[in-house]
């Protein structure tokens, strides 16, 4: 009879219908695939129940964060040749529940269920989020928040360095990770136009690094909301050691409970996609009220690519389940027209795409290299949820399967002067 491996590789080619691309490390220490590529080590048979009773992505994600399933060797090779079999499977592939009435397949599959063991499913990982049953109502995105953002600040700080900063960075050639977020920083303030005395709205504000950034530099009065408890302790702590605590203020509150406008400028970067599609809208329209006549918004969001069919859209069910619950990413061109119909005037667009997936290997680094302190901190499950979030999406970012967009859009009065200069950017 074969070895673990070579009938693992054997009847997986034959339910992808393709060549396994990564070598197959099984149980019993042997080994099947070619030679020089990354390793994909199958350590009993419970990780072949979990991507049995969950076949695609949920199943392999399960396998991952229980530690059933693992890599060795380059971990963003082993995506990259494993992404075409999982996520970009494409319109035309047929699902498996059609390929098993192919001859051999369902022979493939009866196989596979037999090295799996018991026919018991196992529990899922702790780490998976339980569903809602009503999307974003303040509520359930209080709950949401809590699980991505209430990990321990002592973790993220592992994984973003002491700038706090949990969105892209903005690089140059040269710069280090603390440089490329205060230019991030800065580049925010000065699209918003920021000058002393200005009211500023932070919303989703994270650690605080933009409202002391701001209330530092530009001399605005900042106000940053969020709903994560230790990220609020966090930044007041921050705040107070900075003495800007006559500048600035945290609260924990829902965006759409602030009702002591108008600002001057509202900053919300890397929050807009835990609004939702459906409640997109109100969101636009809640933070063009809190405007005043020529205020200005700076919107820094993911984007995805647009569908044929945009109703066919699915959430990414492993980073639904263990990484953003109830996360939606939405084109830039339904972002910038959803904007518009609240009322702003969108003034540019830039894409900082390629910045993204340098800020994300740079974070993967920082948790591979204190991986153990990492694992105390958060416990393995976690620990492994971000390191293949983090990877698997800066390798999404330099193929283009998603974006990011900084939208800066004016509250433009009936006059009709927007207050932005005539040339906003320099190119080389």
Not at 123 to 143: C, G, W, Y
Not at 379 to 408: C, D, K
Request: hydrophobic share 40%; with cysteine; glycine share 8%.
């Amino acid at each position: 009879m074969a070895d673990a491996a070579s009938r693992l590789k054997s009847l997986a080619e034959q339910l992808l219908g393709v060549p396994l691309p990564v070598r197959i490390r099984a149980w019993d220490g042997s080994q099947a695939g070619p030679p020089d590529a990354p390793v994909l080590v199958v350590r009993n048979r419970r990780a072949l129940r979990r991507l049995l009773f969950k076949p695609g992505e949920l199943g392999l994600a399960r396998a991952w964060v229980s530690g059933d399933l693992t890599v060795e060797g380059d971990l963003y090779s082993a995506l990259a040749l494993m992404s075409p079999l999982v996520w970009e499977r494409g319109e035309d592939s047929r699902p498996l529940g059609r390929r098993l009435r192919e001859p051999g397949v369902l022979a493939a599959a009866a196989e596979l269920l037999k090295m799996a063991g018991p026919p018991i499913p196992p529990a899922p990982p702790r780490e998976e989020v339980r569903r809602h049953r009503h999307l974003h109502t303040r509520r359930s995105d209080k709950q949401a928040i809590s699980h991505h953002y209430d990990v321990g600040n002592d973790f993220y700080e592992i994984v973003l360095g002491p700038s706090m900063v949990y969105s892209c960075a903005y690089w140059e050639e040269a710069g280090t990770l603390e440089s490329a977020q205060r230019d991030k920083l800065e580049l925010v303030c000065r699209k918003l136009g920021l000058t002393a005395g200005q009211r500023l709205l932070d919303v989703g504000c994270g650690w605080g690094s933009m409202a002391i950034h701001a209330a530092r530099e530009h001399g605005v009065h900042v106000v940053g909301v969020t709903l994560s408890q230790e990220q609020a302790a966090f930044a007041r702590k921050r705040v107070a050691e900075q003495g800007l605590t006559d500048r600035v203020e945290i609260r924990v509150q829902d965006y759409r409970d602030v009702v002591d406008g108008p600002y001057d400028a509202i900053s919300s970067i890397g929050m807009a996609e835990h609004v939702g599609a459906e409640r997109y809208l109100e969101y636009a329209t809640d933070l063009y009220a809190l405007l005043k006549p020529g205020g200005r918004l700076l919107n820094h969001q993911i984007a995805r690519r647009p569908q044929g069919d945009e109703s066919a859209y699915r959430v990414d069910e492993f980073i639904d389940s263990y990484v953003f619950p109830d996360g939606e990413l939405a084109p830039v061109g339904s972002t910038v027209t959803q904007l518009e119909r609240a009322g702003f005037e969108v003034r540019d667009v830039e894409s900082i795409r390629e910045h993204y997936a340098l800020t994300l290997r740079r974070w993967v680094a920082r948790l591979e290299a204190d991986w153990n302190r990492a694992v105390r901190l958060a416990g393995p499950g976690r620990a492994r949820v971000w390191r293949l979030y983090m990877a698997a999406s800066a390798l999404a970012f330099e193929t283009n399967r998603i974006g990011v967009n900084q939208v800066l859009a004016v509250r433009s009065p009936e006059s009709g002067k927007s207050g932005l200069p005539l040339r906003t950017r320099t190119w080389n």
